[in-house]
């Protein structure tokens, strides 16, 4: 079992930054993959970024040159730094894990590829 809890979220102005961190408990030792969506409402769940074991990244096409996500083993945590917001990045985020094996590129895509999700973060970016 895997425990997630989000926090960093916030309001941000155009052009601002976020920082969003995800704490991770559990058996984390066999995680293949943690990584990070967002769901807008009205929208389907938007991969955004995501690492694997082995400290591969990967990342959805809203995120590409602004985004950018890190981990930290000691602490267990991930991150999620994100710059030069813009109004459309408004949604919830999420964090997630995975205990399955990565099959290529698309395979973060999929959410339903997670076994496990924190319970989201609300960013809003807004002047």
């Known amino acids: 079992q895997v425990h997630m809890v989000e926090s960093g979220g916030g309001l941000a102005q155009p052009g601002g930054s976020l920082r969003l961190s995800c704490e991770v408990s559990?058996?984390?030792?066999?995680?293949?993959?943690m990584g990070w969506y967002r769901q807008a409402p009205g929208k389907q769940r938007e991969s955004i970024a995501h690492?694997?074991?082995?400290?591969?990244?990967n990342y959805g096409d809203s995120a590409k040159g602004r985004f950018t996500i890190s981990r930290d083993n000691a602490k267990s945590t991930i991150y999620l730094q994100m710059n030069s917001l813009k109004p459309e990045d408004t949604a919830v985020y999420y964090c997630?894990?995975?205990?399955?094996?990565?099959?290529?590129?698309?395979?973060?895509?999929?959410?339903?590829?997670?076994?496990?999700w924190g319970q989201g973060t609300q960013v809003t970016v807004s002047s």
């Open positions: 690492i694997t074991r082995i400290g591969s990244t």
């Open positions: 997630a894990a995975s205990y399955k094996s990565v099959d290529g590129s698309n395979w973060f895509r999929y959410p339903q590829n997670y076994d496990y």
């Open positions: 559990g058996i984390t030792s066999a995680l293949n993959a």
